[in-house]
């Protein structure tokens, strides 16, 4: 059994059957859906998306307390070198197999600049994860992304997707809609919503529009989803 906590907008942490701990998109203190310090949170590898403050936010101070591996694109990981982090960097389309399974960076539509200081020169595509655990569970962190026709390859491929809804910046509840009927997922977690006043939705509707597609599960700031 794997245990998902999601800590609002895109962060999460999954705990694998062996223990693992993965942080995928740490923001915590600068995150006003949060309920935990990035001082609480255990982890093993870190993963992230892309370079917007909202992703990549409190990555050093976790990788540099826990001693985690950072697992991003290759620029995202250049980058995190040179701040003095352990990485192991991908790219879109390339997974790798680690000890609690086999990653591959997903495409996402979106911007990639790195929001840290002297991350300009590094600026990477932004990139969501397929996540095939050990254990047989298929988990899929959409990152942020617009809708895309790309996410037809993961049909079939996906247990649990985590979708963003907040609109604005990513896709919004009606593409991703779209995006379930594309991934046809067994479970859906909507994310990147209600983090600030532009990206409000009501979850509830997101639900109710994706009907008999897939289960929709809500989740506040701080609840768990074991699969
Ligand atoms: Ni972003
Ligand atoms: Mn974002």
Redesign the pocket.
């Known amino acids: 059994m794997a245990k998902l906590t999601w800590h609002g907008?895109?962060t999460c942490s999954l705990e694998t059957d062996d223990g693992t701990h993965l942080v995928i998109?740490p923001f915590f203190g600068e995150n006003p859906a949060c309920e935990v310090s990035v001082e609480d949170v255990p982890a093993d590898f870190i993963l992230i998306s892309?370079g917007?403050k909202?992703?990549i936010g409190d990555a050093i101070p976790l990788a540099e307390r826990t001693g985690a591996t950072i697992i991003a694109t290759f620029e995202v990981a250049t980058y995190m070198e040179t701040q003095g982090m352990t990485v192991s960097a991908h790219h879109i389309g390339g997974g790798v197999r680690y000890p609690f399974g086999y990653v591959k960076l997903t495409p996402a539509l979106?911007g990639g600049i790195i929001e840290l200081p002297g991350g300009e020169r590094y600026t990477s595509l932004p990139a969501g994860f397929l996540i095939n655990l050990e254990s047989g569970q298929r988990f899929h962190h959409a990152?942020?992304t617009g809708l895309i026709s790309h996410m037809e390859l993961l049909k079939g491929r996906v247990d649990v997707a985590m979708l963003?809804i907040?609109d604005r910046?990513?896709m919004g509840p009606e593409d991703a809609v779209r995006a379930v009927e594309m991934i046809e997922p067994k479970v859906v977690i909507p994310m990147?919503y209600n983090t600030w006043p532009p990206i409000a939705q009501d979850p509830e509707a997101f639900k109710k529009a994706v009907g008999k597609r897939a289960e929709v599960v809500i989740l506040a700031p701080g609840g768990t989803y074991d699969f």
Do not use: C, K, M, Q
Request: hydrophobic share 5%.
């Open positions: 907008h895109a998109d892309h917007h909202d992703h979106h990152g942020d963003p907040g910046y990513t990147h």
